[in-house]
């Protein structure tokens, strides 16, 4: 087998696999990671760095890379669709027939308080925070994980 | 060999990211346009410089380039608008009810500042009081829907 041909099988087979996961895990999360995504970059990371060692062992870091990447990717990809304002209003344009919404009545469905009220859902969910007596609050005992995605916020504004 | 190649194409897009950012290409259609003119004169300068390490493994040279370009180019969204789940958190630095999040989520410009953005992007135009779809960057939307419908996606925003 060619390199190429190795190379467009490992990204197949994370396309298939990670349609197989999602199927089985569908949106369960261990912070901030989904299982479908996670299980599916090691199934493919080990896979074909495994199989690189074995028939292209100049390739392995290349291997390893090409996944970190697809992970990164499909990571982003998936979080675009579920959580990305903007890609839902690109979206639910994309579902009207004449690819147009009445700006008026879109307000009404989906505001600032819809994205927050989704966003305290999914946070809930992942129990990274709590709500009590209508105060809502960190998560002390799951505080790292958020911290360390607003430090990788602000770092990524930096660069 | 391998690592060479990794280290070569993530410091090549690592320099086109920096020098785009200085220079404030947000667009993603400019920054597209730049990135293959940033290529193009890579590999010429390769091409004349002779790095037979590139042409040897040209393919997955290629590949990794062009996944490193991805993985850039999706974390630029970060950059320039702030996530609402970053401004909920800062929210919830102290405790805080869900209204006061809202008001400080809105006061943030959060909803407006996204449809201008599609419209700076021209993927959107609005026209009386209508938000139309634009055939800019329909091959990539498309793309994003396929993947959406492919794997039951629920958009929920």
Redesign the interface.
Known sequence: MS??LF?ILNVLTYLIV??IF??FFRMKYYFPFRYADFFNFLFNLILFSSLSLIYYS?????TV??NL??F??FF???N???????????????EKKN??????K??KI???????????K??KTSKQ?IERK?????NKKNKNS?YF??FI?SL??K? | ???T??LFSLTLNIIY??IS?KIGVRQFIRYFAGFLAYSLIIFFVSFSLELDFIFK?L??FL??YS??F??LF??M???Y??????L??KC??N????KK??NY??SQK??ER??K??KNQK??K?KK?????TKNLSVI?NI??K??K????????
């Open positions: 390199l190429n190379i990670l349609k999602f199927s100049n390739f392995f870091w290349i890379f090409i990447n697809l990164y990717i982003h990809l998936i675009m669709i579920v959580t990305s304002p903007r890609t839902k209003i690109i979206i639910d344009l994309m690819n147009e919404l009445d700006m008026l879109y307000l989906y505001s600032c308080k819809k994205i927050v009220e989704n966003r305290i999914r946070l925070i209508n105060l809502i609050m960190l958020f995605i607003s916020f990524i504004e660069i | 060999m391998s690592l190649i990794i990211y920096v950012q493994d393919v997955a590949f990794i996944l490193f991805l993985s999706l974390s969204s970060t950059k608008i702030k996530s609402p789940t970053y909920i958190f919830l630095k405790k805080s009810t869900k999040i809202i989520l809105e959060v909803f996204r449809i953005d599609l993927i959107i609005i009081n209508k938000i139309i779809l939307l994003i829907f993947i959406k492919n794997l039951k996606l629920k958009s929920e925003g």
